[in-house]
Nanobody, 115 residues
Framework: QVQLVESGGGLVQAGGSLRLSCVAS????????MDWHRQAPGKQRELVAS???????NYADSVKGRFTMSRDNAQNTVYLQMNSLKPEDTAVYYC?????????WGQGTQVTVSS
């Protein structure tokens, strides 16, 4: 069974930084692409970043140059380093894995950026 647990959210002023973590259970992790998504109030959930099993990353245009996603396969953990945060980055951030066509989500962690 796949379980994902996010942490690291909080309240930060604009221009600040946070690092989110997502710990995954199960032996699938090292072979799986992992994603970070976010959902702001009243908006649809959107893909923020992804990292393949080989470590290649992709980012939404809105976070390129500010966010960095990485993975530590020994710790079954992915990270999202968020710098130069803006109020529009305020959202609940979710970790996601897709296995055999099924999506698995964590419970989410709240990020609030004050202006």
């Amino acid at each position: 069974q796949v379980q994902l647990v996010e942490s690291g959210g909080g309240l930060v002023q604009a221009g600040g930084s946070l690092r989110l973590s997502c710990v995954a259970s199960g032996s699938f992790f090292s072979r799986n692409t992992m994603d970070w998504h976010r959902q702001a109030p009243g908006k649809q959930r959107e893909l923020v970043a992804s990292v393949t099993s080989g470590g290649s990353t992709n980012y939404a245009d809105s976070v390129k140059g500010r966010f960095t996603m990485s993975r530590d396969n020994a710790q079954n953990t992915v990270y999202l380093q968020m710098n130069s945060l803006k109020p529009e980055d305020t959202a609940v951030y979710y970790c996601k894995a897709t296995r055999f066509g099924r999506d698995y989500w964590g419970q989410g962690t709240q990020v609030t950026v004050s202006s």
